[in-house]
């Protein structure tokens, strides 16, 4: 169950990132611990070259999912290790990245996610993985 306050926090933190308006990343679930975003596929500045969604954007999918994801148990964090795992070509109408907290401490959160490519029946296919080491931040005057 998505917890409101906590959406609409993330909401107004994706807002403010001007990577994230561009790619037009969309957070849509936030609870303790979860959080998930979705991503409308735009053929003319997403793709590479055999025309599947850029690893760049597997990347910070599955990047701005961990993030947010700890943000909600830890507050401000930043990425101190993200690894990535492609399982199969990005390709669908859009993309849903879902992130988890593993584990969180004072000084690192863990947190995976899973990148899932919508097809035109709405069927959700995996099509990678990520893993992030998030450090807890205070940035003075934000809150």
């Not at 863990?110 to 035109?120: G, I, K, P, T, Y």
Request: with cysteine; glycine share 10%; proline share 3%.
């Amino acid at each position: 169950m998505t917890d409101q306050p906590l959406l609409s926090t993330l909401q107004a933190v994706n807002q403010s990132a001007s990577f994230n308006r561009w790619a037009g990343f969309k957070v849509t679930h936030a609870a303790a611990g979860e959080a998930e975003l979705r991503m409308d596929w735009r053929k003319d500045d997403m793709g590479q070259y055999a025309g599947y969604l850029h690893a760049g954007m597997i990347g910070a999918m599955l990047d701005t999912a961990c993030g947010y994801a700890a943000a909600t148990v830890s507050g401000r964090v930043l990425a101190s290790h993200f690894s990535v795992n492609c399982l199969a070509p990005a390709v669908g109408r859009s993309f849903v990245a879902r992130g988890r907290v593993v584990k969180a401490g004072r000084k690192q959160v863990f947190a995976n996610a899973e990148l899932f490519a919508e097809q035109d029946s709405g069927e959700l296919l995996l099509v990678a993985t990520g893993n992030a080491i998030l450090v807890p931040v205070e940035t003075p005057g934000l809150t």
